[in-house]
T-cell receptor, first 112, second 106 residues
Framework: NAGVTQTPKFQVLKTGQSMTLQCAQD?????MSWYRQDPGMGLRLIHY???????DQGEVPNGYNVSRSTTEDFPLRLLSAAPSQTSVYFC???????????FGSGTRLTVV | KNEVEQSPQNLTAQEGEFITINCSYS?????LHWLQQHPGGGIVSLFM???GKKKHGRLIATINIQEKHSSLHITASHPRDSAVYIC????????FGTGTSLTVIP
């Protein structure tokens, strides 16, 4: 099925560990983005990309890295996990002009 | 400082009622989005608006660019409409409201 695929759905990390959240889309969307959702705060933009080879920071980029080597994939890397990074993470993609967003199913990350 | 404000934060309605959720924003935008997040967590894009009004089934979204305000209406509400409704705007960044949690009681 066409859409945005996020893996894993759940993850528990120890403080200081690193990991990569995967995001892939098969709709040939140029724009991809990562968000975190925390209670009472709404979704916040971490990083985004307007095309392969181009990435930029959003509102809360510290502690996260991204790369966009292909149109399809936009992985999010946690370099050294901290309890403050406990959150639900969503990846989304859209065509040019942001005409409709497609969201992944989310990754619930707990850092202990 | 919240660039996007939604009201109410929580809403409980009886099945069949007409529901309105409001969104006000303070930044210049190119478009406004209404999203729906189900209890399972998945997020679905309902509407994207840059002017006027859009309708999809029992859902109607309106936007007033001059007043920087949008409303999402649900006619003949049903328990399956129970979800969190999120307003978001795209300008130089993508800003989200904190959501309106809707519960429709049979």
């Amino acid at each position: 099925n066409a859409g945005v695929t996020q893996t894993p759905k759940f993850q528990v990390l120890k403080t200081g560990q690193s990991m990569t959240l995967q995001c892939a889309q098969d709709m040939n969307h140029e724009y991809m983005s990562w968000y975190r959702q925390d209670p009472g705060m709404g979704l916040r933009l971490i990083h985004y990309s307007v095309g392969a080879g181009i990435t930029d920071q959003g509102e809360v980029p510290n502690g996260y890295n991204v790369s966009r080597s292909t149109t399809e994939d936009f992985p999010l890397r946690l370099l050294s996990a901290a309890p403050s990074q406990t959150s639900v993470y969503f990846c989304a993609s859209s065509p040019p002009g942001h005409y409709g967003y497609t969201f992944g199913s989310g990754t619930r990350l707990t850092v202990v | 400082k919240n660039e996007v404000e939604q009201s109410p934060q929580n809403l409980t309605a009886q099945e069949g009622e007409f529901i309105t959720i409001n969104c006000s924003y303070s930044v210049g935008i190119s478009a406004l989005h209404w999203l729906q997040q189900h209890p399972g967590g998945g997020i679905v894009s309902l509407f994207m608006l840059s002017s006027g009004k859009k309708k999809h089934g029992r859902l109607i979204a309106t936007i007033n660019i001059q007043e920087k305000h949008s409303s999402l209406h649900i006619t003949a509400s049903h328990p399956r409409d129970s979800a969190v409704y999120i307003c978001a705007v795209t300008g130089n960044q993508f800003y989200f409201g904190t959501g309106t949690s809707l519960t429709v009681i049979p």
